[in-house]
C-alpha cells in the first residue's frame, strides 16, 4: 500500500520483462522462415490471413518490400520486429535478412535477441547459412530450438537429421514432439512428454489454422498403426541415447529441443510458440561492457542494433532500432546516448514490421523501439536514463569484397559525403579510408556484393549524388598495426585502410599473398578479424 512508485513501476518492469521472448529465425534461404513467420503470427492473429507479412505468390502483398530492390529480387533486406501477444507472453520476433550477402545485417540481429529458432529444410538438412548464422549463436551463448520444417515433403529420415544436428552442430537434439509419418506423409506428432499423438488436419493452403486434435497412444496406435508405432519405437530409441529436453543444457546452449513441422501448412507452428513461451529464456539483465549486469529493473538502457533509412521513401527518414535492455521505454523521455554524452529525445517512437507502423508509448525489457529522426544514432551506440550504461560493441563481420567509390558529378560531392557517412552508421557497408586515397574516393567493404548493390542505389537515389563504383583486386583484410604501416606501404599489392572503428585493415588479394607477406616480415600484424 505505502509502496513509493518507483518500487510499483520496478515490480512492473520485472514482471513485464519475465513475459517477452525475444527471438530470430536462423536458417538457410528457401527454408521458409517467411512462410513461418507468417504462420506464427497467424497463430497469435496478429493477422487474420497468412501472407500478410511476407507475401508470396497468390497471396496478399508483402509488407517488408519498401526498396524497389527487394521487391525485384524478391528478397527481404531490411529487419524490424513483429510483435505478438501469446497465451500470457509477448513475443518479439526479430527480422533478419534471408539473404546470404546481408549476414552481418542478421548478425547484429542476433546481438538482440534472447533466443534463435534454427529452421532447417527436411530434404536438405543443415546448409552453409544456417552454419554459420548457428557459429554466431554459439558465440553468444544463444539457446536455440531446432525445427525441421517442411516434413509435409519427401525429405530425409527423422533419425538421421537428429544425427547430422548433433554431427555438425555439437547441441544434443532433443526432440520434444517426433513425428508420425516420414517426411512426405505427415500425420502428426508424438508428444514426448505424455507419449500422447497430437493429429494435424490440412486446412486450405495453410491460409487459416490448421486443425489439432489430441488422441491417447491406444487410439493413435488404431489411427495410425504402422506410423504410430514406428514413431514409439524411434522415440524410445532417443530416451535411450538420453535425448531428452534438460532446461539446463538447453539455457547453456549445449541441447536443442526439436520440433518437426510444416510452416506452409501450419503444422507445429503452435507447438513452437508453446515451447517459446514454456522454455526459451525471457528478458534477463544484460551485460554490459565491463562485464557487469544492468538489472532489468534499473533504469531505462538499450543499444541500437539496426539503423535504417528509406523505409518510408515518401519521408526519408532514417530509424534506429533499439533494444530495450533494462527499465520502461516511454515515449518522450529523454534519454543519453552513451558514446557522446548527448541527450536523444524520444518523442516519436514507433513499432515497425515491414511497411505497417504503429507507434510506440511504452516498451519494456526485450522490446524493440524504432526511434524515428535518429540522425544521430549508430549502430551499436548504447543509450541510457539516469544510470550511465554502455554496452560491449557489436562486432563487425570480416570483409571480403572491397570497391572504391566515387562521385560521378563532382559538384555533388556533399550530397557524396552525407551518403557515404549514412550507409557507414547505418552499416550498410564498411567505409575504409586512408590519407592516399583522400576523401573523395573512398572504399567500401562488404561481406556480400549485394550490399554494394544497395550503397548505389541508396546513392543514386536517396541522396541524389550518382556515383561510380570499382572493384579492387582484394579478397582477405587483416587487422594491423600502425608501426607496420610502412613495411606494409612497400609491399606489392597490398593496401592498408582505416575503418571508422578506429581499426585499421591490411588487405591482401589473396591468401598466398598473406602468406608470402608474413613469411616474408616474421612477427607482423596480421590477425584476422573475427566474430567474436
Ligand atoms: P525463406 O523465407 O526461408 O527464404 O523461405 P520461404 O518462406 O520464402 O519459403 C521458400 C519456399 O518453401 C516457398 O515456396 C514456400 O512456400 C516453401 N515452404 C515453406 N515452408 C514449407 C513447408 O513447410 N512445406 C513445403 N512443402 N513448402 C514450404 P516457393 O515455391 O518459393 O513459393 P510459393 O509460391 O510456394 O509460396
Not at 154 to 164: R, S, V
Not at 234 to 242: A, I, T, W
Request: one cysteine or more.
Amino acid at each position: 500500500m505505502n509502496s513509493s512508485p518507483a518500487t510499483v513501476s520496478s515490480s512492473t518492469t520485472l514482471a513485464e520483462a519475465k513475459r517477452r521472448r525475444t527471438f530470430a529465425v536462423i536458417s538457410h534461404p528457401d527454408a521458409g522462415k517467411s512462410t513461418l513467420t507468417e504462420a506464427l503470427a497467424l497463430h497469435a492473429r496478429v493477422i487474420g490471413q497468412a501472407g500478410a507479412v511476407h507475401g508470396k505468390a497468390g497471396r496478399r502483398g508483402t509488407v517488408s518490400d519498401w526498396m524497389s530492390m527487394e521487391k525485384e529480387r524478391g528478397i527481404s533486406i531490411s529487419s524490424a520486429a513483429l510483435q505478438f501477444s501469446y497465451r500470457d507472453a509477448v513475443i518479439n520476433l526479430l527480422d533478419t535478412p534471408g539473404h546470404a550477402d546481408f549476414s552481418e545485417d542478421t548478425y547484429r540481429v542476433l546481438s538482440a535477441v534472447d533466443a534463435a529458432v534454427m529452421l532447417v529444410d527436411a530434404a536438405k538438412g543443415l546448409e552453409t547459412q544456417t552454419m554459420k548464422l548457428f557459429e554466431v549463436c554459439r558465440h553468444r551463448n544463444i539457446p536455440i530450438i531446432t525445427v525441421i520444417n517442411k516434413w509435409d515433403r519427401p525429405g530425409q529420415d527423422a533419425l538421421a537429421l537428429m544425427d547430422e544436428v548433433l554431427g555438425r552442430t555439437g547441441l544434443t537434439p532433443t526432440p520434444l514432439a517426433w513425428p508420425v509419418g516420414e517426411a512426405g506423409d505427415f500425420r502428426g506428432v508424438l508428444d514426448r512428454s505424455d507419449g500422447s499423438y497430437i493429429r494435424f488436419t490440412r486446412t486450405d493452403g495453410g491460409a487459416t489454422i490448421a486443425g489439432e486434435e489430441r488422441f491417447t497412444a491406444s487410439q493413435a496406435a488404431e489411427l495410425e498403426g504402422e506410423a504410430w508405432h514406428t514413431a514409439e519405437e524411434e522415440s524410445g530409441l532417443l530416451e535411450l541415447e538420453g535425448q531428452q529436453h534438460d532446461q539446463d543444457t538447453f539455457l547453456a546452449g549445449k541441447s536443442t529441443p526439436v520440433l518437426f513441422g510444416s510452416a506452409v501448412l501450419n503444422f507445429g507452428v503452435h507447438q513452437l510458440l508453446d515451447v517459446l513461451v514454456d522454455l526459451a529464456p525471457s528478458a534477463e539483465a544484460r551485460v554490459d561492457a565491463h562485464g557487469e549486469p544492468r538489472p532489468v529493473d534499473a533504469p531505462f538502457s538499450g543499444f541500437v542494433f539496426k539503423v535504417q533509412a528509406g523505409m518510408d521513401t515518401a519521408h526519408r527518414d532514417r530509424l534506429a532500432f533499439v533494444r530495450v535492455c533494462s527499465g520502461v521505454f516511454e515515449r518522450g523521455m529523454i534519454v543519453t546516448q552513451a558514446a557522446s554524452k548527448k541527450p536523444f529525445a524520444t518523442k516519436y517512437a514507433q513499432q515497425v514490421f515491414g511497411r505497417d507502423r504503429e507507434i510506440i508509448d511504452t516498451a519494456y525489457p526485450g522490446d524493440v523501439v524504432g526511434l524515428v529522426n535518429a540522425a544521430a544514432l549508430r549502430v551499436g551506440d548504447s543509450l541510457y536514463e539516469a544510470q550511465p550504461v554502455s554496452f560491449p560493441p557489436i562486432p563487425t563481420f570480416a570483409p571480403e569484397h572491397f570497391m572504391v567509390i566515387r562521385a560521378k558529378d563532382s559538384s555533388k560531392y556533399k550530397q557524396f559525403r552525407r551518403g557515404i557517412e549514412q550507409l557507414d552508421h547505418e552499416g550498410v557497408v564498411q567505409v575504409l579510408r586512408s590519407d592516399l586515397r583522400g576523401d573523395q574516393a573512398p572504399v567500401l567493404a562488404a561481406v556480400g556484393p549485394m550490399q554494394f548493390e544497395v550503397a548505389e542505389d541508396r546513392m543514386n537515389n536517396e541522396f541524389n549524388a550518382p556515383v561510380k563504383l570499382e572493384r579492387l583486386a582484394f579478397t582477405i583484410a587483416r587487422r594491423t598495426t600502425p608501426d607496420w604501416i610502412p613495411t606494409l606501404a612497400r609491399e606489392r599489392s597490398v593496401e592498408v585502410l582505416s575503418r571508422t572503428d578506429g581499426d585499421l585493415l591490411a588487405l591482401f588479394s589473396d591468401r598466398w599473398r598473406l602468406q608470402g607477406v608474413e613469411r616474408e616480415h616474421p612477427g607482423i600484424v596480421l590477425e584476422p578479424l573475427v566474430v567474436s
